[in-house]
């Protein structure tokens, strides 16, 4: 496997990062690392704890359309989702769609920010050929798994843990 090389134009732009954005990315490396090991330790049948309980779209919308962030908060997201584009991009394996959510979930989760996970299927692709991707949101910042999600057709969300429980999926 190759090793991805940090460039000095890349780590002067990270050095000039606050401190508070530079422990936002070892965070995100962390647990981008540490999801992977207790993947391969637990292998994919643990994965689906991870989640959550699932919902129908519609109700991961309504949660979202309801999750009113401040600026700051706002901010704050945005800076959650560079941290694990950055932490993604260096890593010496790839880190696909449903790690980079998880981990986007639970930092937010960690800040007091709510949000929403999605898992989409591929749109106009035959059955045999279909992908799916998972994504999250936070009211109106894109965290996770964007551009992309445009071609995906939601089927289902992981709303806050506190929203939608009176709800049957």
Known sequence: MPVKRISA???????????GEQLLFAEAMIRLVGLRAFLLVYGLKRQPRLYGRAYRPEIGDEANAAIVLDEDRQQLARKVAWAIWRAESLL?????????????????????????????VEKGKPVSEVGTHAWVVAGPVNVTGFPQAARYTKFASYPPRDQGRSRRP
């Not at 134009?9 to 401190?19: E, H, M, T, Y």
């Not at 998880?102 to 989409?120: A, C, D, T």
């Open 9 to 19: 134009k890349a780590l002067g732009n990270f050095l000039r990062r606050s401190p």
């Open 92 to 120: 010496p394996f790839d880190v696909v769609c449903l790690p980079q959510a998880l981990v986007g979930r639970r930092m937010l989760r960690n800040r007091g920010i709510p949000n929403v996970m999605y898992f989409g």
